[in-house]
C-alpha cells in the first residue's frame, strides 16, 4: 500500500473488506469526504464501496458495519432491484437494502452505459432531506461507462454536494474519467490481483480462446479480420460487453508480448505500444463516445495484426 499527497492509494488490504486505508481512516475518524473515487479491477472496489457506505450510517459508528443495529438491519443488501436505464421496465437507481439514505447506481441489464437520466434522478433525489436525519451516501458503480454528458451534469453534483452526503464512483479504470471529475474525489486503488498467463488452463476459457485466436492474425488477411469483427454485431448492450473482453483480452496478450520480449533483451517494441495507445482510444470510443462495437472491434484487431508482424 503506498499514499501520495493527494489522493489515498489501497492496494493489498488487511483487516477486512476496508483494509487499513483511506476508507477506514475516514470512518475511524469520522473525517469523511464528500466524494470518492475507488478503481480497480474486479468486484473489490464495489464490495469496499458497499461495505464503506453500510459503516457510514451504522449506528455503532466503527469502522465495519456492525450488523446489528437498525440501520445495519435496513442496509443488509439482500437481492437487489433491477435498474433499468431508461426506467421503463425498472428504476433509475436503487437503495441498499431497504435503508432510505444509501442509493446505487449502476447500468442497466441492457445498457451500455450509465446514463444521465440516472444522474439527475440522483440529483433531485439527493437533493430532499435525509430520511433518519444523519449522514448519507450514493454509489456509482460502473462509472467508466458515465459518458461526457453524464459526467457534466455528475460534475455540478460534485462541485456542490448536498449536506453531510457522500458520493462513491467504483470504476475498473479511472482513465476514462474527466480530469475534473477525478479531482473532486478522494482516490483509493486497489491492486490487480495476480494475473496468470492468458495460455495457462486457470485462465478464463474465453480469454484463453481470444488470445489464441489474437496469436493467429499474424498471417491473416484482411478479410479475415473483418469476418472476426462482424462476430461483434447485433445487439449493441451484448456486443459492446464482448468487444470490451477482446479490448481486455488484447492489452493482457500485449502486455504478456512485452514481457516476453524484454526478457530476451528486446527492448524497442513500438508496435506493441502502438497497439496499446490503439486499443485504449477504442475502449474510450465504445464507453465515451456510443462507438458502433463492429468498427471498433475492426480497429482494434488490425492493431493487433500489425503488432503480431512487428
Known amino acids: 500500500m503506498s499514499e501520495d499527497a493527494d489522493h489515498g492509494s489501497e492496494g493489498e488490504r488487511s483487516g477486512g473488506i476496508l483494509g487499513s486505508g483511506l476508507l477506514r481512516r475516514s470512518l475511524e475518524s469520522r473525517r469523511v469526504h464528500s466524494a470518492y473515487l475507488l478503481a480497480g479491477p474486479g468486484e473489490a472496489p464495489r464490495d469496499a464501496a458497499l461495505a464503506f457506505i453500510r459503516a457510514l450510517v451504522c449506528q455503532a459508528g466503527g469502522a465495519d458495519p456492525c450488523e446489528a443495529c437498525p440501520s445495519c438491519t435496513r442496509s443488509s443488501p439482500g437481492e437487489p432491484v433491477a435498474i433499468d436505464g431508461a426506467g421503463k421496465k425498472g428504476p433509475l437507481f436503487r437503495h441498499v437494502g431497504d435503508h432510505p439514505d444509501l442509493l446505487w447506481v449502476e447500468r442497466g441489464e441492457d445498457d451500455t452505459r450509465v446514463r444521465i437520466g440516472q444522474v439527475r434522478a440522483l440529483q433531485r433525489a439527493l437533493q430532499l432531506k435525509t430520511h433518519e436525519g444523519g449522514a448519507r451516501a450514493a454509489v456509482i458503480a460502473d462509472a467508466e461507462w458515465l459518458n461526457q454528458e453524464a459526467q457534466n451534469a455528475l460534475l455540478r453534483l460534485l462541485e456542490e454536494p448536498p449536506a453531510d452526503t457522500t458520493l462513491v464512483l467504483v470504476t475498473a479504470s479511472a482513465a476514462g474519467l474527466l ?65 470490451g473482453t477482446l479490448l481486455a483480452t488484447g492489452c493482457a496478450w500485449l502486455a504478456e508480448r512485452v514481457r516476453a520480449r524484454v526478457d530476451v533483451g528486446e527492448i524497442d517494441v513500438p508496435g506493441e505500444l502502438s497497439a496499446f495507445d490503439t486499443l485504449r ?21 488490425l492493431a493487433l495484426r500489425e503488432a503480431t508482424s512487428a
Open 281 to 301: 482510444d477504442c475502449r474510450r470510443a465504445l464507453v465515451q463516445r456510443n462507438a458502433n462495437p463492429q468498427m471498433v472491434a475492426e480497429r482494434a484487431l
Open 179 to 243: 480530469t475534473t471529475v477525478r479531482s473532486r474525489c478522494q482516490k483509493v486503488v486497489f491492486a490487480a490481483p495476480q494475473r496468470v498467463s492468458l495460455s495457462s488452463p486457470d485462465a478464463p476459457e474465453e480469454e484463453r480462446e481470444l488470445a489464441a485466436r489474437i496469436d493467429g492474425l499474424a498471417g491473416a488477411g484482411l478479410p479475415d479480420v473483418l469476418d472476426w469483427a462482424e462476430e461483434y454485431r447485433g445487439v449493441r448492450a451484448v456486443a459492446a460487453q464482448s468487444v
